[in-house]
C-alpha cells in the first residue's frame, strides 16, 4: 500500500529471478505493456480489486471448513481491515468492496455449500513441496518448476480438491469478479494459459492426476450475490502445448531483459531509447483490433502516444516490487515437469 505523504519512487525496470504464467500472459500480450508494468507504474496504487479478491482467499476456505459466517469474515478482515483505513483516508467509498458486501457473500457462499452440497472436498498441499507462507491459506499449494530455460517458472495454486462423489483430484482456483458468473464468465476459463499451466503442475509436479480446474467464482457486486463452480476437464495433449508456450514465451523475455541491458549501456542510461527491446503490440491497445471487451482501452495509452514514454509517467503511481514468489523459489526444490 502506498503512503502518499512519501516520496514518489522512480519507474525502474527490476529483471526477474522467475516467471510466472501471469508474468508471460502479461508479456505475450503486448511486451510494452508487460514493461510498464515491470517498471512498477499503475494507472492506481490503491487496486481494490486484487487486495478484495487475496482476502476472500483466506475467507472462503474457512467458510468451507467450518461453515461458520464469523470465522470467515474475521478471516477475511485479517488481510482486508489495512485496506479500509486506506479507504478512509482517501476518502473513497467502494460501493462492490466493502466488508458488508464480503459478509453477504461469505453467508450465500456458506448456505450454497455447507453439508453434502459443495461438489468438492479442499485437501491439504500434497506432501514434500515447497514451504508454505504461513500468513496464506493452509489449502495453497506454492510450487516452481524447471521448463528447460533460464530461470524457473514458479507460482501458487489456491488449492488441491477431490470430487465429492468420483473423488477425483482437481485443481481448485477461487475467482472474484464482477462478470456475471455465466457461460462467458466460463467459457474464458477454457484454454487458458493459468489453467492449463497449473494442470501441468499438478500432473507432473506435484505427483496429482488432476483431471482440469474446478472454477469457483464468486461475484463481487454491490447488489446482489452469488457463486457458483465449474469444472474444466484439460486434455493431456494440452500440456505439451502449454508447455511449449511457457518455454517460448520465457526465452522471448529473457532475450528482451538482456537487450534491454545491452541498449542501456550503449544509450548512456537512457531508457526510452532501451525501451525498444520490449516492442509496442498494437494490437492489444484498443477492442476493435483485440476482439475484447467493448469500450476496454489500454491503461497504458498515453504512454504509448508520446516519443518518450518517461514524459507522461507522473500519470501513474508507482507500485514498489512485490515479493508475491520469493517463498516459492527459495523455499525448496524446481521440479522439472515432464509431459511425456
Ligand atoms: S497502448 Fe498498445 S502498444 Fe501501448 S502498452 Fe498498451 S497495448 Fe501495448
Known sequence: MTDETTERLEPEYRPRKYVS???LTSYSRCPRKYFYEKNGLRSDSLQLNPTYGSAMHEAVPVALETEDLELSLEAFLSIWTDVEKEIEIRGIDPKKHNRHNAARSLQHFIFTHAGRKSIYKLQPPPEGGLERDETTSPYEVPWAIDIG??????????????????GEPWVWELKTTGMYLNSQFFDA????????????VSQTSLDVPAAGVIIEGMLVHDKKVDNQCQMIPIQPHHLEDVLLWLQRTTRSLLEGEEMYADLLIKHDGDANAAALAFPKDFTGCTPYTHYYRPGWRCDFADLCRVPDWRALSDLYKVVPDHDFLKVTVEGGDVKQPNVN
Open 21 to 23: 504464467v501471469s508474468t
Open 149 to 166: 530455460e533460464r530461470v524457473p517458472l514458479a507460482g501458487r495454486l489456491d488449492g488441491i480438491c477431490t470430487h465429492r462423489d468420483t
Open 189 to 200: 476459463h477454457e484454454m487458458y494459459t493459468q489453467n492449463l499451466t497449473y494442470a501441468l
